[in-house]
């Protein structure tokens, strides 16, 4: 069996297995909290947690590549799929029970309570799925990379290290004869690109990843596509913009559109709505965590609770923004007299605007920022209309000089509180990756990608990695 089809069974039998508990499970809790229904209506619907695979099965037709294998997706497109089949699979059961005559004592509670839960769960269950898998090459889908490039090379590097993404790629195809003698390719090169079939057949493979300039690309394509079930194409000039393309046919050309999420006005209303609950919940919920902190902070150094601090906002004006105070009062005096006595910090600072073992940061402020709630203050910034709960990274003028052209755009939108850079090493980035990581952000907007970035934010904070 190939490792595609291994793929298919693991990940359906996770999707029933976890769709068929999580019913069971909340009618079980809902009826013994009062509910009036029997629980053999339920333990009968077995069926319709099979029509979740189905869903995916019939919306494989329609994209080649949707949960099953579930090869070759990024987490935030997959959690957008998983969204749409386990819609699908709620509505199919609703319309079931709305119009059948054989179960007419049914809760709608239980329904809507196992579409919430299997949102949060079903895509948990599949990455653990795929951990498992990730340590096995049986699971592993084949696959050849023609270009042995610069693009070629990184997306090697990728998929060896993200295994998570079920591509094992196997060698290169490269026409260059100096490509041959590279010692540092990290894969070898099989051949060149009039042995890709040959090469393909011998070895099984089924995805064919091509990273070279169009012009090649579009005279080898009608030979391939004969040959392999998956050919992805990876020009090197679309590096960040994976999420905001969208193909079509153009009167018979093969069109390709960019959009910009975060500048067109739904996407804009969606995520101002999508803010707005967020920033609500949050105080609502955590305003007794922020008293407590806020007596902590008085009682543990002199100075004010609050801390305000300056940063650019929409349109590259100055806000102010509000933190938990961190430092003490003369905390400029104590930076200076650090960066004077030792090189290595002040090299830093000049760096990253941060040093480690900041002598500024109070005992209780070191807690407060490893776990992010120094930040809490910041969902009324947002209720105000400063920030966003999710955005690019909140910056001061003196960092204008590292973002160049960039800042025209990530200046269109509102920073946010987290956001990819964040999650995404947090202090430990470069600029140059945190510039990267706010402009895909913006380019790549999606609710899913908010919802990724959610998701791992929570990840983050317990876990205290990368913040300082």
């Not at 699908?88 to 079931?96: E, H, K, R, W």
């Not at 105080?283 to 004010?304: D, R």
């Not at 500024?360 to 400063?386: A, C, H, N, W, Y």
Request: charged fraction near 20%.
């Amino acid at each position: 069996m190939k490792g595609g089809r291994r793929r298919v069974w693991i990940f359906a039998g996770t999707d029933f297995l976890l769709f068929y508990a999580i019913l069971l499970l909340v009618a079980f809790t809902y009826r013994y909290v009062g509910g009036d229904y029997s629980m053999s209506i339920y333990i009968g619907m077995w069926p319709f947690a099979l029509s979740l695979v189905g869903c995916n099965a019939i919306i494989r037709l329609y994209h080649g590549n949707f949960l099953y294998p579930g090869a070759a997706l990024s987490m935030v497109e997959e959690l957008r799929r998983s969204f749409f089949s386990i819609t699908l699979a709620c509505l199919v059961l609703l319309a079931y029970l709305s119009i059948s005559r054989t179960i007419p004592n049914y809760s709608r509670v239980v329904i809507a309570l196992t579409y919430i839960l299997a949102m949060l769960f079903l895509p948990l269950g599949r990455w653990v799925a795929k951990t498992l898998m990730k340590r096995s090459q049986s699971f592993q889908i084949k696959a050849l990379i023609g270009g042995a490039g610069k693009t070629g090379r990184r997306v090697c590097e990728e998929l060896l290290k993200d295994r998570q993404l079920g591509l094992l790629p196997i060698g290169f195809l490269d026409d260059n004869p100096d490509a041959l003698n590279d010692k540092n390719s990290p894969l070898p090169i099989l051949g060149n690109m009039n042995e890709a079939v040959s090469i393909g057949e011998k070895n099984n493979i089924e995805y064919l990843i091509l990273c070279l300039p169009l012009s090649a690309v579009k005279h080898i394509i009608p030979k391939l596509t004969v040959h392999f079930k998956h050919i992805l194409i990876v020009p090197s000039s679309m590096a960040g913009y994976g999420g905001c393309i969208y193909s079509f046919d153009l009167s018979g050309f093969a069109a390709i559109e960019l959009k910009n999420q975060l500048l067109l006005k739904t996407p804009r209303l969606i995520k101002g709505f999508m803010e707005i609950c967020m920033a609500t919940t949050a105080v609502l919920l955590l305003w007794p965590l922020g008293i407590v902190l806020a007596i902590l902070i008085k009682l543990g150094s002199n100075g004010p609770i609050f801390y305000r601090a300056t940063r650019l906002g929409i349109g590259g004006k100055a806000i102010s923004i509000m933190k938990f105070r961190t430092m003490y009062t003369d905390a400029d005096e104590r930076l200076e007299q650090v960066l004077a006595s030792d090189p290595a910090k002040q090299k830093e600072w000049n760096e990253k605007f941060k040093i480690t073992d900041d002598p500024r940061i109070t005992p209780l402020g070191k807690f407060l920022r490893r776990t992010s709630l120094d930040e809490l203050p910041q969902f009324m910034d947002v209720l105000t209309g400063k920030l966003a709960v999710i955005g690019p990274r909140p910056i001061t003028e003196k960092e204008l000089k590292y973002y160049g052209d960039d800042y025209e755009l990530i200046s269109r939108v509102k920073p946010g509180i987290t956001g990819l850079w964040q999650v995404s090493g947090r202090s430990t980035t470069s600029y140059e990756t945190r510039v990267f990581l706010d402009r895909y952000y913006i380019m790549n907007w999606s609710p899913w990608l908010d919802y990724y970035i959610f998701l791992k934010t929570i990840k983050e904070v317990l876990s205290c990695r990368g913040a300082q």
